[in-house]
């Protein structure tokens, strides 16, 4: 490579050398509709509540898509958004009891079969104690890490974060999650 391409590629500014976001709102809305809906379903405990937030996402999305920029990923712009319509949605329903017994609950398809959905509603019930003992920052990680996919840039992006605390919260959060399985494993075996 000529000495002068190698000048021109360093001084080539980080804004145009990231790949542009060329799909169209549609083509977005069907990759990420499951998993924006995956992560409000692990945040808000009734799943109509749930889909009732997706849909808002999304209508927020689609009224402000002309500035979103495409030069960040769409994953960060659509989960901030999902992230600050479940705030405002905590803030407007602070004083409302919340039924916990729908956390993450999937709907039961075809392949339907007792034994198992009974261990899964038990392994689901298990992680939202869990998880609500968790600080909010560390739960906040870990649902986007986890139930919305997203990688440790992107959800330091969304919650305004570094990405060094981004790994320090997961990490700190996997770890009290861990502890928190193995005293309920011992408390058990009593």
């Not at 849909?55 to 002309?66: C, D, N, S």
């Amino acid at each position: 490579m000529p000495l002068e391409k190698v000048g021109e590629i360093a001084s080539t500014p980080p804004e145009q050398s990231k790949e542009l976001e060329t799909r169209d709102f549609t083509e977005l809305y069907d990759e990420y509709f499951d998993r924006v809906n995956r992560y409000l379903r692990c945040r808000v405990y009734n799943p109509w509540d749930a889909d009732d937030l997706t849909t808002t996402v999304f209508l927020k999305a689609l009224e402000k898509f002309e500035q979103y920029s495409r030069t960040s990923p769409f994953a960060s712009w659509i989960f901030r958004i999902a992230h600050n319509t479940f705030v405002d949605y905590l803030r407007k329903n602070k004083e409302l009891p919340v039924d916990n017994s729908q956390l993450l609950v999937e709907e039961v398809d075809e392949t339907w079969q007792p034994e198992r959905q009974a261990l899964s509603n038990e392994e689901i019930h298990l992680l939202q104690e869990r998880l609500e003992l968790l600080s909010p920052d560390q739960r906040d990680v870990l649902t986007l890490r986890y139930f919305a996919d997203l990688k440790i840039s992107q959800v330091a992006e969304v919650l305004g974060k570094t990405e060094s605390s981004v790994k320090m919260l997961s990490h700190r959060g996997l770890q009290q999650l861990q502890k928190l399985y193995r005293e309920g494993d011992r408390r058990e075996k009593r």
